[in-house]
């Protein structure tokens, strides 16, 4: 039976595709970032950047079902990750100008896999983002489409480049899918083109991360990487990250956020107190910035997750709701600076 379905597709590479989300060219096709070309920055944070997350693959097709064979790291799901946004994909098309949810990929193994993402579609043409997992990396990824329909790259579908560097949170722990993730709902809500480069409980502002950071070629910078950090590292290392930043890139702007407020500290008062001491200690050091820097700007922790403790998956990471809530606050504010900035 597979067979004879294989027989009526004719499948793609990936990698004759437009991949959109790199903040660099790397070698290895789904990797983030050619770790290689930067040997100082940490052994954890080069293994991270080895997933394929904010990766998405933009092309277009007549085809009316779209099955997709891929490969991954074989490792299972995290405690907090559903399979799907760890090692699935999730598929987007444009319907009247707005990025639409169309289906998944969704992994029954733990290294390759193949799925049927959306079947009985209306004939016509369809421009498409299929995004790759968040939590894994990515080997392979084969798009099938009906023998006789096309199927063609398209370009790049944002403009601009917006470097979103962060923990786990930005990576998109716990979104439910891959195109949940907050820089991915970024770009399609805004159609600006915000890049990924979270890295799960290492976003630590080390100062080899600060100088790969500066090397590449933004036109806007979001800083998120409170969470990871401990109070005495931000105090440490804040402002040598946006000094470094704003050094190669003078007239960027560069929008710092506080750390959400953990509900695992709703009741845990050590919890608490750990948050609490870094967005103070971030919020001193921002300000301290800004009186020399006047395209440096800070979103606060304030309603960033709404005040009823329904917003993360384990007190920690936002779950689907938690990361709506977050967008209301950021989207706007985000989108008044670049305007602001002409960009």
């Known amino acids: 039976m597979l067979a004879q379905k294989e027989s009526s597709l004719t499948f793609t590479d990936a990698r004759q595709l437009t991949l959109v989300g790199k903040a660099l060219p790397a070698d290895a096709f789904f990797h983030r970032i050619d770790t ?25 097709t007549n085809s009316t079902q779209l099955v997709v064979k891929w490969c991954t790291n074989p490792r299972g799901p995290g405690d907090n ?17 707005q990025w639409q949810y169309a289906g998944v990929a969704r992994p029954t193994t733990h290294d390759c896999n ?12 369809k421009e498409c983002l299929l995004y790759l997992p968040l939590y894994d990396e990515t080997y392979s990824v084969q798009i099938g489409v009906e023998r006789g329909a096309k199927l063609i790259s398209k370009p790049n579908p944002f403009k601009r480049n917006i470097l979103v560097y962060g923990s786990s949170i930005v990576q998109g722990a716990s979104a439910s899918r891959p195109g949940l993730a907050y820089p991915a709902r970024l770009s399609r809500e805004t159609g600006y083109n915000f890049i990924n480069l979270g890295v799960s409980g290492s976003a630590k502002m080390e100062a080899e991360v600060a100088e790969m950071i500066a090397t590449m070629p933004m036109d806007a910078f979001i800083l998120d990487c409170v969470p990871n950090s401990s109070p005495e590292q931000v105090t440490e290392r804040t402002a040598h990250l946006v000094r470094t930043i704003r050094a190669q890139h003078p007239l960027a702007p560069i929008i710092a956020i506080q750390s959400i407020i953990r509900e695992g500290g709703n009741f845990d008062e050590l919890r608490a107190d750990q948050t609490t001491a870094q967005n103070g200690n971030f919020l001193r050091e921002i300000r301290q910035l800004q009186s020399g820097d006047e395209g440096l700007y800070l979103i ?13 998956t384990d ?20 989108l008044e600076i670049l305007r602001k900035h002409g960009i």
């Open 114 to 125: 193949e799925f049927a993402v959306v079947q009985n579609m209306a004939a016509g043409n």
């Open 315 to 334: 007190g920690t990471h936002p779950n689907d709701l938690g990361f709506d809530r977050m967008l209301q606050k950021i989207r706007p504010a985000v």
């Open 36 to 60: 290689a070309v930067f040997p100082g920055i940490p052994p954890a944070v080069k293994h991270l950047l080895t997933h394929s997350a904010g990766l998405a693959l933009s092309f277009e």
């Open 81 to 97: 990750l559903t399979a799907i946004v760890q090692e699935g994909m999730d598929l987007y098309i444009k319907r009247n100008g």
């Open 300 to 312: 606060t922790a304030e309603d960033l997750l709404g005040d009823d403790h329904e917003g993360t």
